[in-house]
């Protein structure tokens, strides 16, 4: 038979698998991923075409990685400046805007902080592999200043959550039950990114970035269909990606955490005029406590005992659970995909037309070191589950920690972990502003105070 | 001051006004690109190249030609322009998608203006849930979000399968260069001494606990396995007998039994899923296939015992529908029969599945033809000679007729047909110490070369929706259809020698012994031709329909009405009803015959019948 030209066959998963919202966040997108890596084959024509030499493009000159480097520097400064000092929404969204336009859609959301996670990740577990200087920083960088004064870096800094901040149009309050159990999933997605990575199977933050189709105009059709659901969605539920998805979110919260010096709404001191409390689109406001409550929660004691003797069960049973779904995780390694399909489906090793396959069989491998090979990345898979298991169940377990610590509060204050320093809630304050509404109609208030 | 005021409150106003006009407008513009890109996301999808309908035709017909430089060119061309529509299209989509981002722009920042305009600081909310509660729903919730994780955890990891886990290097050898080296070798082999070998198997194995040692024969010895015209004439290796002719040289065979005392019924095992396919033999064991609109299997048996040797789901082939095919009751997407070449078994299904399996249920190759076109469902069954797989595939959107590798599945040879859908078998006559491949359809009986796949002769001599397959004896080709005609034609000279329009059968295939001709008619008729002539010598009217086509075993006519009564004949120019017995249950599969036994799939159960 003739054949002039190469048909393209995805490869399709023939895994029996089980969908839930997690695994399906992991996998499924993963496989499909793989069709990604078909390409567009060119004609099989015999002419006299030269088909010219591939060429590919030089490192980016240093010299710009380091511009790069020092914009990022430079906007996260000025941002410390504005939300510490100078107070202001309105510059801090220029200089958001500023970024969005530069790491965003000039540099096409790469270099990233967000992903350079798992390059670090990588070279940390695989030595024929380094990271650069550049990537290294903007790493460190964000996280040093969310150490120092929060999450500056969200707010104007990552195009990725700005693009979202930009769409905000009328934000809906949200449960705090609903909230913290989806603000469990950015500590799982780090977790399995890091697996991932160190596993050398996938970067699967950049893989399933939703907005850099966005960014680079042009992208897979369902994950540009995926960027603008988190865009519509961000138009009501404000930055969804940032508060339920980005496992960098998640390391930037723990450090903001234990910020040194943080936004505070007010300048001075809080009146408790609770003009503030319902300005932040991302429910980050803690609002002061009850001293009745607070008296109650003594009861809450036997709860802590209870849950801190949770850690290290929860630890265990995670472990345990998630080094067992070891076949699942690592199904999504190329390898171990072409090893279950080829041992399966032995025929398809005749299949000429299938890109993967056609190169493994030219690589003169046999099945059997490839199924060896897939072997071993299935051990480190199931080694590697049992720390990630170990992580979530430590997650979770501090998570429900937290519910029945409480803390006295006075004031209302910005939540460390979950504020993005966006500053919105600081042109709510009267505080210092004579020509505020609400000095204008209800003086009264004041008095009352 | 006053004025001041109030028309400073007019310019709000007015802003207000714009803001959501703007955003109106930018929503609409935005929305309408959104959808002029999908349809165009969607026509690229339409106009890759690469999955082009037209190209593949264009391609499929040169290779029934593949010296036809004005063809290549024309290829070229079409290639070419479809690949221009498509890099167009995607200039397209960028464009769109800078228009599209252009408005959403305008539409999110004049949203943002619309809003921030009207706003005014709202009376604090009220608290509405005590603290407490707050705090104890959470918990709640996180310990259900954890434990969900860790379930689907432990769900996946007893639901996910590992292949690796099974692999067994030495299962993969069929694949490799040597193995199909040592096949080749088999020719050389004397036959004698593995025939006998196999004959004291048959012999010795009447009992259970001899059930296994053809297996472990198979297993020992895989290499010296004999596929020739003799092996073949002794196994009843595919629809309607060796080589599809409805002959079978099995002898000793019971002509009385009665299914409802059980007299003369050796075994019988229930079928877990229904199909219209006959069993087929290769020595001790037989194979069958079923199928439901969920899952394919195919199944086989040690036809001594009846004891279920293996079964296999048909899955996980690249190609595969994942829904299935629209068919008749009737037909089903199990209605073709297997074929066996002595080393694997081979199955097609109605979605266009078809799979080989080594004999001790080890999948080999498997493919997806694609999904056939047709009203009822495919139902033409497989034959395979000199390491090929013969399908005729003819469908609605267009017919052919391909021989795979039995080794590989890979195609050997197709050649296009240009006769309608059809859901008549091949049959392999020896013509001039040659085999050919003889196919009947509508319009056209031909007759095709089984090493290039060259038509080689044919007839337009039918019509209609052609059910019934064609049978060769005698030198000459037979082939019938109801509301059509009954035909006779010379392969070698294409010349029609008579025809007929008398007794004409639906469904059920002709027979051919001795100079006469036997049909069988959905109209409940067994007839006799003289097959020379056309002449009828002889008809008998049956109790119910026939589906099932008349077998010549032992020089006598065995079929079966769809009531599962049998009629046996003797064969000759007058008729003689030797028996009639009852099964009691409907058979529309035709029956197979082995060492004096005889194989019948019932609607529900699989029966082997002998003498006890
Ligand atoms: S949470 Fe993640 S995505 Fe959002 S702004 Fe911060 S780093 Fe960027
Ligand atoms: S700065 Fe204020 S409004 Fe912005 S995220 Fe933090 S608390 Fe919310």
């Keep these: 038979m003739v054949r002039l030209y190469k048909k393209h066959i995805p490869l399709k998963n023939h895994n029996n698998i089980f969908l839930g919202l997690i695994f399906l966040l992991m996998t499924v997108p993963t496989q499909i991923a793989h069709s990604q890596q078909q390409r567009f084959p060119k004609p099989e024509f015999q002419t006299e075409y030269q088909i010219p030499e591939t060429e590919r493009p030089n490192p980016r000159a240093p010299f710009m990685e380091y511009l790069d480097l020092f914009l990022l520097l430079a906007v996260l400064s000025l941002t410390t400046w504005l939300v510490l000092k100078k ?21 096409n959301g790469c270099i990233c902080s967000v992903g350079s996670l798992q390059n670090l990740t990588l070279s940390l577990f695989n030595e024929g592999y380094s990271v650069s200087f550049t990537v290294l920083a903007f790493f460190v960088v964000p996280l040093l200043f969310a150490l120092a004064v929060g999450r500056v870096f969200c707010a104007s800094a990552c195009p990725l959550g700005i693009i979202q901040d930009l769409v905000i149009v009328k934000p809906i309050k949200l449960s705090p039950w609903l909230q913290k159990s989806l603000g469990l999933f950015p500590f799982i997605y780090l977790g399995l990114a890091v697996l991932y990575a160190a596993t050398g199977t996938d970067f699967i933050i950049c893989r399933f970035d939703p907005f850099v189709g966005i960014f680079r105009m042009g992208a897979e059709f369902h994950m540009i269909v995926l960027g603008i659901s988190f865009l519509l969605i961000g138009m009501f539920v404000a930055r969804p990606y940032c508060r339920f998805v980005c496992p960098y979110g998640a390391l930037l919260k723990i450090c903001s955490l234990n910020s040194k010096y943080h936004l505070s709404i007010t300048p001075k001191d809080c009146i408790n005029c609770k003009l503030c409390k319902d300005s932040c689109p991302f429910d980050a406001i803690d609002f002061p406590t009850d001293e009745k409550e607070n008296r109650a929660s003594r009861k809450d004691f036997w709860k802590f005992v209870f849950y801190a003797a949770l850690i290290p069960v929860l630890m265990f049973v995670g472990g345990w659970a998630v080094s067992g779904s070891y076949k699942l995780l690592s199904s999504a390694h190329p390898d171990v995909y072409l090893a279950n399909l080829l041992v399966s489906q032995p025929e398809l090793m005749q299949n000429t037309e299938n890109l993967d396959i056609e190169t493994f069989m030219s690589s003169g491998k046999t099945l059997e070191i490839l199924v060896e090979e897939a072997k071993i990345i299935q051990e480190k898979f199931r080694f590697g589950g049992w720390f990630l298991g170990a992580f979530i169940g430590l997650v979770i377990a501090l998570h429900l920690l937290n519910q029945v610590i409480f803390r006295k509060r006075s004031i209302y204050e910005a939540n460390r972990g979950d504020c993005f320093s966006c500053g919105r809630c600081m042109d709510y304050c009267p505080v210092g502003k004579p020509e505020h509404p609400f000095f204008k109609d209800k003086p009264e208030m004041v008095v009352k105070s | 001051m006053l004025n001041l005021d109030f028309e400073q409150q007019m310019n709000e106003t007015e ?7 703007i955003a109106i407008i930018a929503g609409v513009f935005t929305a309408f690109v959104g959808v002029l890109l999908l349809l165009n996301y969607l026509q690229i999808k339409k106009s890759d190249p690469l999955n082009s309908l037209v190209l593949e035709k264009l391609v499929e017909r040169l290779s029934s030609e593949p010296n036809n430089q004005h063809f290549v060119e024309e290829i070229r061309q079409v290639d070419l322009l479809m690949r221009k529509a498509y890099f167009t299209s995607l200039w397209q989509v960028r464009t769109g998608a800078y228009l599209m981002l252009f408005g959403a722009i305008v539409l999110v920042l004049s949203l943002r203006v619309y809003y921030s305009l009207r ?58 260069k040597s193995d199909d080296e040592s096949i080749e070798k088999v020719e050389i082999v004397s036959i004698r001494t593995t025939e006998k070998e196999t004959d004291t198997v048959i012999i010795t194995e009447s009992t259970d606990v001899e059930v296994k040692q053809p297996e472990v024969a198979i297993t020992q010895q895989p290499k010296v396995v004999v596929f020739n015209e003799e092996t073949v004439k002794k196994n009843h290796n595919a629809f309607r007998g060796s080589w599809g002719n409805a002959v079978s040289s099995s002898t000793n065979l019971p002509t009385s039994w009665d299914g409802a005392t059980g007299k003369n019924i050796l075994w019988k095992t229930e079928l877990p899923i229904h199909g219209y396919n006959s069993p087929v033999i290769w020595n001790e064991k037989l194979f069958l296939s079923s199928a439901n609109t969920s899952k394919r299997v195919v199944y086989c048996y040690d036809r001594n015992s009846g004891k279920l040797l293996w079964e296999r789901e048909v899955n996980n082939i690249q190609g595969s529908p994942a829904t299935q095919p629209k068919t008749t009751e009737d037909t089903g997407l199990a209605a073709p029969t297997l074929t066996v070449d002595g080393e694997k078994a081979f199955a097609i299904f109605g979605n266009g599945d078809i799979i080989a399996f080594d004999l001790n249920g080890n999948r080999v190759w498997a493919i997806n033809l694609g999904v056939p076109d047709n009203h009822y469902g495919h139902s033409s069954s497989l034959l395979t000679w000199e390491k090929k797989l013969f399908i005729q595939y003819d469908t609605h959107k267009g017919s052919k007729v391909m021989a795979l590798s039995t080794e590989t599945g890979k195609t050997i040879w197709e050649t296009v047909r240009t006769n309608e859908v059809s859901w008549a078998s091949p049959i392999l006559a020896k013509i001039d110490g040659k085999f050919q491949l003889i196919m009947l359809a509508n319009p056209n009986l031909s007759g095709y070369d089984i090493t290039t796949g060259k038509q080689l002769w044919s007839v337009d001599c039918m019509s209609g929706e052609v059910g019934p397959s ?18 006779a034609v010379n392969p070698k000279t294409g010349e029609k020698v008579w025809e007929d329009n008398y007794y004409l059968p639906e469904v059920s295939s002709p027979a051919y012994h001795n100079g006469y001709i036997y049909i069988a008619t959905t109209f409940a008729v067994v007839a006799c031709f003289e097959a020379t002539t056309g002449k009828l010598l002889w008809e008998f009217e049956a109790k119910n329909s026939f589906y099932s086509s008349p077998m010549i075993a032992e020089g006598k006519v065995w079929v079966f009405d769809t009531g599962g009564k049998a009629y046996i004949f003797e064969s000759g120019g007058e008729s003689k009803l030797i028996s009639s017995p009852e099964l009691g249950e409907k058979v529309f599969s035709t029956p197979v015959f082995a060492d004096g036994r005889v194989y019948i799939r019932g609607i529900k159960h699989l029966f082997c019948i002998g003498v006890n």
Excluded: C
């Design chain 1, 87 to 107: 107070r202001s929404r309105k510059w801090i969204l220029w200089v958001s805007v500023f970024s969005l336009l530069y790491f965003g859609f000039y540099r």
């Design chain 2, 15 to 21: 802003k207000i006004k714009r803001a959501r006009q």
């Design chain 2, 119 to 176: 706003f005014a600081i709202d009376q604090p909310s009220a608290d509405q849930i005590k603290e407490k509660k707050k705090r104890q729903l959470t918990q709640r919730w996180i310990g259900f979000s954890g434990a969900l994780v860790i379930i689907l955890a432990i769900m996946s990891a007893f639901f996910t399968m590992n292949h690796l886990k099974n692999y067994e290097p030495k299962k993969m050898l069929v694949h490799s």
């Design chain 2, 470 to 487: 064609p049978v060769y004896g005698g030198g000459l080709v037979y082939a019938t259809n109801e509301y059509a005609r009954m035909v």
